[in-house]
C-alpha cells in the first residue's frame, strides 16, 4: 500500500524553527515529484513548497520564500520541510503530497505558531 507519514509538528513560538519529514512507501519515491500543503481552520488547503524527483529544483510559496526549505534523501524514501522563522499565519495542519504522476496524500500534522 502506498503511505505518507507526516511527523515532527507541534507548538513552536513565533520566530522558531522546526522540521517536519515525509516517510513514503508504497510507490518509487526516487521518480515522484514532491510537495507540502497547509491547511489552516476555515481556509482552503495551499501550496507551500515542491521539490523535483532528483532534488534538483524546488518551489516555493511566496508566503514562505526565504524562510522554509524543502529537501529530500531519496535512500530513506523521505522529503522534509524545514520551517524556520516561523509566525502565527504558518499555523495550519501541513500536508505530504505525491505530486507527479500519481497524486497521493499524507493524513497531516499540525503545526501550531504561538507564545
Known amino acids: 500500500q502506498v503511505h505518507l507519514v507526516e511527523s515532527g509538528g507541534g507548538l513552536v513560538q513565533p520566530g522558531g524553527s522546526l522540521r517536519l519529514s515525509c516517510a513514503a512507501s508504497?510507490?518509487?519515491?526516487?521518480?515522484?515529484?514532491m510537495s507540502w500543503y497547509r491547511q489552516a481552520p476555515g481556509k482552503e488547503r495551499e501550496f507551500v513548497a515542491a521539490?523535483?524527483?532528483?532534488?534538483?529544483?524546488?518551489d516555493y510559496a511566496d508566503s514562505v520564500k526565504g524562510r522554509f526549505t524543502i529537501s529530500r534523501d531519496n535512500a530513506m524514501n523521505t522529503v522534509y520541510l524545514q520551517m524556520n522563522s516561523l509566525k502565527p499565519e504558518d499555523t495550519a495542519v501541513y500536508y505530504c503530497?505525491?505530486?507527479?504522476?500519481?497524486?497521493?496524500w499524507g493524513q497531516g500534522t499540525q503545526v501550531t505558531v504561538s507564545s
Open positions: 503530497k505525491a505530486v507527479w504522476p500519481l497524486e497521493y
Open positions: 508504497g510507490f518509487t519515491f526516487g521518480s515522484y515529484v
Open positions: 521539490i523535483s524527483g532528483g532534488g534538483g529544483s524546488t
